[in-house]
């Protein structure tokens, strides 16, 4: 097993620590859906791993950040628009 790691592995892992991290968080009820801050890392958590999965593709992990990274902007916009 090879643990050699590479900038695009670091900042994928800290993508997954954002994304767990907040959703976490948000199952712990100590942040709210209703805060941009949960959308803002939710979206670079994603973006995050989607940046090392051009390195290391995998097409259904693409899809589900692809997703996450869409449904944390809007999420980011409507909370905005609402304050």
Request: glycine share 10%.
């Amino acid at each position: 097993m090879d643990f050699n790691l590479e900038f695009h592995d670091i900042v994928g892992s800290a993508g997954v620590v954002l994304v767990v991290g907040m959703y976490s968080l948000l199952q712990l009820g100590k942040i709210s859906s209703e805060r941009p801050l949960f959308s803002v890392l939710n979206g670079f958590g994603s973006a995050f791993i989607l940046y090392s999965l051009y390195f290391e593709f995998n097409l259904s992990a693409a899809l589900i950040e692809g997703f996450w990274l869409v449904a944390s902007v809007y999420g980011f916009f409507r909370v905005r628009r609402a304050v």
